[in-house]
């Protein structure tokens, strides 16, 4: 982890997901690019609040898919026609009609295996660490009531005094300054 | 749900918006969480769950013991020879998985139709099915008589230069088995990290934050996250329904492929898969209804889930019946006489009493009663129906694998079948191995998706803008 010093973001907490997402929407339309929010439970008004729609999980779920389907039809193929060609009742070595059950898992199991890695590798799961931890409000609410918008430090427009000004025009339930 | 249902005045619905409530009335964000995440992170283990974690566990060292007698002396310890050469083993294996088949169901199937009572429900019914599946694995696996050449099932490159046989339905069960196992754990555990941050945040003792967070994967709901997980959560729900489906097809597949009468029959794979969802949802009720008393979950496992479960029953159970139906009426239809001697042999042979049990407890019982609401939503009755279907569906098994074996088209081959002491000590010890891991988890994780349980809260709805100023 590279060294960091100094302030993460400022974290405002909110009661209700209406407040963040009303507060999320216009920080967005104010111009602020590096920011995040952080909820208890999926609100997908407010990741379209910062502007998130698209994600990749399921470009990596369908390679995923077609690379199982692959694999094993060809493992089989390969297996029932060179490696060890049997003959069971008179039927072709290549009896594709046969294989496509085995194909048929393991195009679910990559592809499964593909979705749930997938995400948590978009996401950088794992990461044990996370200044936000710093917070001791976002340890109380943000996995249990709280909803929690974060302008980051890293935005052009950051400015701590000027930050948490604009923060506090949302009456939020608290502004805190975030650090490394 | 039926709109007729909808009455003035019930306490079912939410006058706010007039939607069925899933959850009881009052509870709040925090009341949720607290009341599911106490269960785990109490120090003080509950009397009754240690009571009951000793006889379960006793169970499972019955199933230790019999299956290191099984391992020394072999196979032979049980009742199975020729003719029936597949007995409890088969039997059992096809009861647990399809036991194991409601849970995805819930967690799945419910999930993309966007039943959200599912909610309460799916976790631990996701739970049943992984344990099932734990159970139903064994057997296949102890039945082939040298289980430490198990591996010889899968397609490793070995010394000796043996592959494994592509055509056999005995080989699409290990693929079938083996990826149902490892998408329904996933599945499983992907939804439970961000309980595990809620576990993490609200654990008061060292060794509980340390273990949940890393469990966790360092969870913080940012809602980019959420998004992805969502669609993985779809994408995985997507992919169990076909899965779940195409497994218990694949076991019906070893009967089915075989020429013999009685299992020839291309009713197998659907009339299995309902079959499976019968009992399934009658595991799941089994495990509910002692659960929501006994951590006085009653707000969240409502009436309407006790309800809701019975009507999935009363649908599969009419599905299973046409299967039974089917089967005798291509009995006659088929016009093969080894076919009706199968059928008349099966209801009226000397093991026809165990066909008539299962007409009783998977037709007569069930299905004459769970039409009657006050029936569905009382649960001492919904209790002992779930114990009658999962008999019923336990003596379906019996009723295919032996009878269909034990007398077929030479009668000097005949035979009998009489199960021996260790077949069901081997059985009494799965249901110990199930309860056991059933009760550590209910002990050490989150029994109800706390996070799911928040989606479905009516604080969760976000006003229009318009509104804002009003709350």
């Known amino acids: 982890m590279p060294a960091r010093e100094g302030t993460y973001g400022l974290l405002a907490e909110f009661d209700t997901p209406g407040d963040l997402v009303r507060a999320a929407r216009q920080a967005r339309e104010d111009g602020w690019r590096r920011l995040d929010c952080y909820t208890p439970y999926p609100v997908e008004e407010a990741a379209e609040a910062i502007g998130f729609h698209r994600n990749r999980v399921p470009l990596v779920t369908l390679i995923g898919g077609l690379m199982g389907l692959a694999a094993m039809f060809s493992m089989e193929t390969w297996i029932s026609v060179v490696a060890y060609p049997l003959n069971i009742a008179g039927r072709p070595l290549y009896s594709w009609p046969a294989f496509i059950i085995p194909a048929y898992e393991w195009t679910i199991l990559w592809s499964g295996l593909s979705a749930a890695f997938g995400m948590l590798a978009l996401n950088g799961l794992p990461q044990l660490y996370h200044p936000l931890f710093n917070a001791p409000n976002f340890r109380d609410g943000a996995t249990t009531d709280k909803f929690f918008l974060c302008l980051e430090a890293l935005d052009p427009k950051f400015d701590l005094v000027e930050g948490k000004r604009y923060l506090e025009a949302f009456s939020p339930v608290s502004v805190v300054e975030v650090d490394y | ?471």
Not at chain 2, 142 to 165: A, C, D, E, K, S
Not at chain 2, 235 to 260: K, M, N, Y
Not at chain 2, 427 to 438: A, M
């Open chain 2, 1 to 471: 749900m039926a709109t007729s249902e909808i009455r003035k005045g019930d306490p079912g619905i939410d006058p706010a918006t007039g939607e069925f409530r899933v959850v009881g009335q009052g509870e709040t964000f925090k009341s949720v969480t607290e009341k599911i995440s106490r269960i785990v992170l109490t120090p003080h283990t509950p009397l009754g769950w240690l009571a009951i974690f000793g006889i379960a566990g006793g169970g499972a060292t019955v199933l230790l013991v019999a299956v290191t007698w099984l391992f020394l002396k072999g196979v032979g310890i049980w009742a199975i020879t020729q003719p029936v050469a597949w007995g409890f083993a088969i039997i059992n294996f096809v009861w647990w998985i399809g036991i194991g088949h409601a849970g995805t169901l819930i967690s799945a199937i419910l999930l993309l139709f966007k039943q959200t009572w599912r909610n309460s429900i799916s976790r631990f019914a996701e739970a049943m099915t992984i344990f099932a599946v734990v159970c139903a694995g064994m057997f296949p696996l102890i039945h082939v008589g040298r289980p430490w050449l198990g591996y010889w099932l899968f397609p490793i490159p070995l010394t000796m230069n043996v592959w494994p046989q592509f055509r056999s339905p005995l080989l699409w069960d290990v693929f079938a088995v083996s990826t149902y196992a490892t998408i329904s754990v996933v599945f499983w555990y992907i939804g439970m990290i961000p309980d595990f941050g809620t576990f993490r945040d609200r654990s008061q003792n060292k060794v509980a934050q340390y273990f949940y967070g890393i469990f966790s994967w360092g969870w913080r709901g940012s809602v980019r996250h959420w998004m992805r997980y969502e669609t993985a959560s779809l994408l995985l729900a997507g992919l169990a329904t076909p899965l779940v489906l195409s497994v218990h097809t694949v076991i019906s597949f070893d009967f089915a492929v075989a020429v013999l009468p009685g299992w020839h029959t291309t009713i197998f794979p659907p009339y299995f898969v309902a079959g499976a969802i019968y009992s399934g949802f009658a595991m799941v009720l089994t495990l509910a209804i002692p659960l929501r008393k006994f951590y006085h979950l009653e707000n969240l496992v409502t009436e309407r889930h006790i309800d809701n479960m019975g009507k999935v029953m009363l649908a599969t159970g009419f599905i299973v019946a046409y299967g039974y139906g089917m089967e005798a009426f291509m009995a006659w239809y088929s016009a093969s006489h080894w076919e009706a001697f199968m059928f008349w042999n099966r209801a009226f042979g000397p093991m026809g009493w165990a066909y008539w049990v299962l007409i009783a407890s998977n037709l007569a019982i069930p299905l004459t009663t769970l039409w009657v609401r006050r029936l569905r939503t009382s649960l001492s009755y919904m209790f002992f129906i779930s114990i009658v279907v999962n008999t019923g569906m336990w003596f379906e098994r019996f009723v295919i694998v032996v009878t269909s074996l034990y007398r077929d088209f030479l009668p000097s081959s005949w035979g009998t079948y009489r199960a021996t002491k260790w077949d069901y000590l081997t059985f009494i010890g799965t249901l110990g191995l199930f309860t056991t891991l059933f009760l550590l988890f209910v002990r050490f994780l989150p029994m109800i998706p706390m996070n799911e349980i928040r989606m479905i809260l009516p604080a969760a709805k976000i006003k229009p803008k318009a509104a804002a100023g009003a709350d």
